[in-house]
């Protein structure tokens, strides 16, 4: 008799437990579910233009409550390893993509891959040659270099022959600051463009072809070097040859280094873009578009360019553009 007693003394406390436990779970609504995945994909890691793209896109994830999941190849030459990432993070079925494509061209099946498989595609910093991915953020290549083409024309005083440092052919940002540049130039009457050099996105590259092209050319007045690097490169050059100042440099973006050589008077003009944006922007119009409102996505966001020079540098507006780089 005490056994059954006992047994069901038991029985109730153990139905008990579950009827608090139900009720507990009734007044906190049911599980939160697991987290969206967002797959951001740079061109590159290995420089700090990247890092600020990651700032913006972790910025966009925690505001959204949303996974940022960063992973790019170590250098912006690297087509096949771009794709290779992207192909794993499509097979991991990930909610989206943002990406920034290696190659404009090569990097469009792996996009069409991504898109049948339900998985929307945003692109930032350097697209596709394509329309399916959803939303291109990034700068306005094209007039940002003719900027940069307008403003050294004016430090040369409008006259003699200037080079230009790309970086890599195929990649789309890089041939749209070729052919802005190109277009600019053309507007500066006395200002003829000379030779024209890539440097592959490498530091030690982009010394040797603006080694190269001042050997070849001893009267050259200027340079535009279209990215980090290939200001890094240039500017490295232009001072162990005593150059500074005296070859005009203006180039793209704002890593330490460029503005470092800025305040020197190596480089007298940065085109400078806004990474952190792109990244946050790429990233909220992905969970815009996993959540199902793909009709309000705009085709295209230009994030701007500010031109930045030793006399605005130390403004509160420049400061406040360039803090996410520090």
Not at 22 to 33: L, N
Request: overall charge negative.
């Amino acid at each position: 008799m005490h056994r059954l007693v006992i047994t069901f003394t038991l029985l109730a406390g153990v139905l008990l437990l579950f009827s608090a436990c139900a009720k507990r779970q009734e007044a906190s609504g049911p599980a939160p579910s697991a987290k969206l995945r967002i797959a951001v994909v740079p061109k590159g890691t290995a420089h700090s233009f990247w890092l600020t793209v990651k700032a913006g896109a972790e910025q966009a994830g925690q505001e959204e409550g949303v996974q940022i999941l960063w992973k790019g190849p170590a250098e912006e030459t690297d087509v096949e390893g771009q794709q290779r990432i992207l192909e794993d993070f499509i097979n991991q079925k990930v909610d989206a993509i943002v990406m920034a494509a290696c190659d404009a061209d090569g990097m469009v099946p792996i996009v069409k891959q991504a898109m049948d498989a339900g998985i929307p595609v945003i692109t930032i910093d350097s697209g596709v040659n394509s329309d399916l991915p959803l939303s291109f953020v990034a700068t306005d290549n094209v007039a940002a270099a003719a900027k940069a083409a307008e403003v050294l024309c004016e430090l040369v005083g409008g006259k003699g022959k200037v080079g230009m440092v790309p970086f890599i052919k195929g990649a789309a940002s890089s041939e749209q600051r070729e052919q802005g540049f190109r277009e600019g130039i053309k507007n500066c009457t006395g200002v003829t463009l000379g030779p024209v050099l890539y440097s592959q996105s490498q530091v030690e590259r982009a010394m040797q072809v603006t080694e190269d092209m001042l050997t070849a050319n001893p009267d050259l007045v200027g340079i535009f070097a279209a990215n980090e690097p290939g200001a890094v490169g240039a500017a490295t050059v232009l001072e162990q040859r005593e150059l500074a100042g005296k070859v005009k440099l203006v180039a793209f973006d704002a890593a330490q280094p460029e503005i470092d050589a800025l305040r020197r008077g190596t480089i007298q003009a940065l085109i400078v873009q806004n990474p952190f944006k792109m990244g946050y922007e790429g990233v909220k119009l992905a969970v815009q578009a996993v959540k199902g409102d793909r009709a309000s996505i705009p085709k295209r966001v230009d994030t701007g360019v500010t031109v930045v020079t030793r006399d605005n540098l130390d403004t509160p507006e420049v400061q406040e553009l360039l803090k996410e780089r520090r």
